[in-house]
């Protein structure tokens, strides 16, 4: 038997939880696109604002989330350790995500590149079409719900 090569087969991910992971890292990117679209000067507020609040108002418990079904089994220890092995942790999985979204930024670019003009007049247009479809949907939602 050949070995395959794919990365649903490595380590016996399944197909599943990759496209879990590869929809929390699209998330992330959205969310590195929307915070580093944002001015200088409304990030030092935000920060400022953030820290004012941290002085405010002190945590007593530990923050995080414990893997599913745990919250019912551990102790307050273990679930203060668990809260602690995932903070430290939690730098490297940052860089693997930014690094993860940088990559994917530049293969973007390239296969956009490949595309000539009216080609990409013409994706844009698609796209533009497609973001109108979903408005749309979103309003007769929004005015479903405002009509119960």
């Known amino acids: 038997m050949e070995a395959s090569t794919s990365i649903y087969a490595f380590g ?9 992971i590869a929809t929390w890292l699209m998330i992330f990117g ?10 200088a000067t409304a990030a030092e507020e935000s920060t400022a604002v ?47 995500i930014r690094q993860v979204v940088a990559i994917k930024a530049e ?8 595309l000539t003009a009216d080609q990409l007049k013409e994706v844009e247009r698609l796209q533009a079409a497609a973001e109108k479809r979903r408005e749309e949907r979103r309003t007769a939602a929004a005015k479903l719900e405002n009509a119960k």
């Not at 016996?12 to 879990?20: D, E, T």
């Not at 293969?107 to 490949?114: E, F, N, P, S």
């Open 12 to 20: 016996g991910l399944s197909m599943l939880f990759a496209r879990s």
């Open 30 to 39: 959205f969310c590195v696109a929307g915070v580093a679209a944002r001015s």
């Open 50 to 96: 953030a820290e004012e609040k941290a002085e405010a108002k002190p945590r007593a418990k530990a923050r995080g989330r414990l893997p599913n079904f745990y919250s019912q089994v551990v102790t307050e220890k273990q679930r203060v350790e668990i809260y602690a092995i995932q903070g430290a942790y939690q730098d490297q999985l940052d860089e693997l």
């Open 107 to 114: 293969r973007d670019a390239k296969v956009k590149a490949t």
